[in-house]
């Protein structure tokens, strides 16, 4: 067991922080981290200031208000059988799902911020680990440690309702890895109301094989992320339990569905990529899941590829509750690329990468503030 386990206490990043020098962004990181503490308990959200919450409170209530809002008042007009309401809500539900969105990179944004405070994010770092040692410092700079840490992707694990520990994630990759990634998300999500909102944050491609396999294959030039798009590439973010561990989310469980689904990890032998699979500690307590007892919501989801789940939290509203995420990680490296892995060696490395996590689960959890917790993979 490591000794050397240390906390990034991203909840403590000054205002002007992404606004900083790269040189100056280092020196902060360097301030905020210290060595981690076995805590007995979870810890209690920090303080957020009145602004900074109701930031992150109106982008919940855009993102997660808006899938609700809009088919209400759709289903509104056409129950008052008003020809107008009726145009106007369709014209209402068109725009929002169609317009242009917002510019500009909003993971360096006064919302990252808030969301980080929300949540008031830490990452462990084990620092006896060899892959992990130079995370969260200058090093990541280094060209070389790019090159031999892509492509990769980022399990982000569990789905929950929304992992916004991920979404976070999104916002400082670069300054534990050196890069940042895009998202797997279902296709539809890009044009639901306020939900598409989030693509300014974790920059979404479809999760279709290809466009995975595409994305792993970008190519990475002294550092800098090819790609006309986004300038980043080569490294991906994906919830491996998807829309079936949304429904499974029960506040206090730890609980990881992935039944017998390789599809992911055969694209990880084929592509030769590390995996970073990471635990983030509080997802599950965030939102609480309105469960249909018939699983007629599950299966329409599943057929749709696209979570259709109510859900409720802060004040009985789609707003987040203010719990502390901590994100622990395992990485696995997957070595030379495989054009055809059998059966075997997918399960074998299923086996590994998600062994590895619940070993690194076991180990962080104490300073995470969940000792008695067990996490079950199924």
């Known amino acids: 067991m490591s000794k050397n ?15 900083l020098p790269r040189e100056d962004q280092w ?3 360097e301030k905020i981290t210290s060595k981690a503490n076995i805590i007995t308990k979870p810890r209690q959200p920090c303080h957020i200031s009145r602004s900074d919450d109701a930031l992150a409170i109106m982008f919940f209530l855009v993102t997660l208000g808006l899938p609700f809002l809009v088919p209400g008042l759709v289903a509104a007009a056409v129950y008052s059988n008003s020809v107008p309401h009726i145009i106007g809500s369709i014209i209402l539900s068109v725009f929002l799902a169609l317009h242009p969105l917002p510019r500009g990179d909003w993971r360096r944004s006064r919302l990252a911020l808030a969301l980080i405070r ?9 620092r006896d680990n060899p892959r992990c040692a130079d995370m969260a410092t200058s090093a990541v700079n280094d060209p070389s440690f790019t090159g031999k840490n892509l492509p990769m992707i980022c399990l982000a694990c569990p789905h929950g309702v ?7 994630w999104c916002c400082v990759s670069s300054f534990f890895v050196g890069y940042e990634q895009y998202t797997a998300a279902a296709s539809a999500v890009q044009y639901v ?7 300014r944050l974790i920059c979404a491609v479809d999760a279709d094989r290809k466009t995975l396999k595409d994305v ?6 002294n550092g800098k992320l090819e790609d ?45 990529v590390n995996v970073l699979a990471g635990w983030f500690f509080g997802t599950t307590d965030m939102l609480t899941v309105m469960q249909d007892p018939f699983g007629i919501m599950e299966y329409v989801s599943r057929k749709l590829q696209a979570g259709m789940l109510g859900y409720y939290g802060r ?56 000792p008695d917790r067990t996490l079950v993979v199924s």
């Not at 109301?193 to 693509?199: A, E, F, K, V």
């Not at 792993?216 to 030039?221: A, E, Y």
């Not at 079936?244 to 694209?267: H, N, Q, S, T, Y």
């Open 5 to 19: 386990i240390e906390v990034i206490r991203l909840w403590q990043l000054p205002d002007d922080f992404f606004s």
């Open 27 to 29: 020196l902060v990181m």
């Open 118 to 126: 929300y949540f008031s994010m830490e990452v462990l770092v084990d």
């Open 162 to 168: 929304f992992n916004y520990g991920a979404i976070i």
């Open 193 to 199: 109301p306020g939900l598409r909102y989030m693509d």
């Open 216 to 221: 792993l294959q970008q190519k990475v030039n």
């Open 228 to 272: 006309p798009k986004w300038g980043r590439g080569g490294m991906l973010g994906v919830v491996p339990d998807g829309i079936l561990g949304a429904f499974r989310c029960k506040p206090g469980v730890d609980e990881l569905v992935i039944g017998k689904r390789r599809g992911l990890m055969r694209i990880c032998a084929e592509e030769g």
């Open 315 to 370: 004040w009985y509203l789609p707003i987040p509750r203010r719990v502390a995420v901590t994100l622990a990680y395992h990485i696995h490296p997957c070595g030379e690329k495989n054009s055809s892995p059998s059966k075997e060696e997918v399960n074998k490395l299923h086996d590994d990468v998600y062994g590895g996590l619940q070993r690194s689960y076991e180990e962080m959890k104490k300073f995470a503030g969940y």
